[in-house]
């Protein structure tokens, strides 16, 4: 049986998340196979992840299932959040503005810097030594 769903790419430093909203679902939320609440633990991040659906004011009309690779905990989030904004575009595009108005559907550019050589990271400096 196959299940009609829209899906949505989110990106965030390192991190990588492939978000599928199932419409007609009772705001059920998988990542990774493991409940959302077991995997993102930290007080917010699920409100973080949630906003698009809040600004758009369509919290539980949808089951989310999310794939996420690579990063750390906060890109990880970030991504998911981009992930179901690009979802909540391609179910209904007069959502858009909405969405771009609280800024939920532009990707967060930055990236780790490079190391250099002759330094310790990208811009620390080994300790000055007069003698």
Avoid: C, W
């Avoid at 196959?2 to 990588?16: D, F, L, M, P, T």
């Avoid at 998988?30 to 699920?46: K, V």
């Amino acid at each position: 049986m196959s299940v009609q769903y829209y899906e949505g790419i989110g990106r965030r430093k390192a991190a990588s998340a492939r978000v599928r909203l199932i419409p007609g679902g009772t705001g059920k939320f998988i990542i990774n196979d493991r409940p959302a609440e077991e995997y993102l633990s930290r007080i917010g991040d699920i409100d973080i992840v949630l906003e698009p659906l809040r600004v758009v004011g369509q919290e539980k009309h949808y089951d989310i299932t999310v794939l996420v690779k690579g990063g750390g905990i906060t890109g990880q989030r970030d991504a998911i959040r981009l992930g179901i904004s690009r979802a909540l575009v391609k179910i209904d595009p007069d959502m858009r503005p909405t969405l771009k108005a609280e800024k939920l559907l532009t990707r967060d550019p930055r990236e780790k810097e490079r190391k250099k050589p002759g330094l310790k990271r990208a811009r620390k400096a080994p300790t000055y030594t007069k003698r």
